[in-house]
């Protein structure tokens, strides 16, 4: 089963970039789709962008980040990063790496399998 490590993230101010990463280690999860995924205190997780095998290599993003974030997996490495850019208050949150999600879905954290243990961004105003 395959291991998830997430690193990056921090603190900035609203317009700062920051940079998350998500190590994948043991056997890989080679099928469906890898993500990212946020979630404040009280609220549900939601998907925030997503790469699946087989579908053409174009991304998956929530509306609310697409053209400020940039989804992007380095198989030598078998990471899988998230550039976030013009970043905002409500960006802030605990941002998770997912693997193992379908295509028909995969901004959906319910579908996933296999998840990090989270990493925190703060975005000040």
């Known amino acids: 089963q395959v291991q998830l490590v997430e690193s990056g993230g921090g603190s900035v101010q609203a317009g700062g970039s920051l940079r998350v990463s998500c190590a994948a280690s043991?056997?890989?999860?080679?099928?469906?789709?890898m993500g990212w995924f946020r979630q404040i205190p009280g609220e549900a997780r939601e998907g925030v962008a997503a790469?699946?095998?087989?579908?053409?290599?174009?991304?998956f993003y929530a509306r609310s980040v697409e053209g400020r974030f940039t989804i992007s997996q380095d198989n030598a490495k078998n990471t899988l990063d998230l550039q976030m850019n013009s970043l905002k208050p409500e960006d802030s949150g605990m941002y998770y790496c997912?693997?193992?999600?379908?295509?028909?879905?995969?901004?959906?954290?319910?579908?996933?399998?296999?998840w990090g243990q989270g990493i925190q961004v703060t975005v000040g105003s």
């Open positions: 043991g056997h890989s999860d080679t099928s469906g789709c």
């Open positions: 790469l699946c095998v087989g579908v053409g290599g174009s991304p």
């Open positions: 997912a693997a193992g999600g379908p295509s028909f879905g995969p901004l959906l954290p319910p579908l996933y399998r296999t």
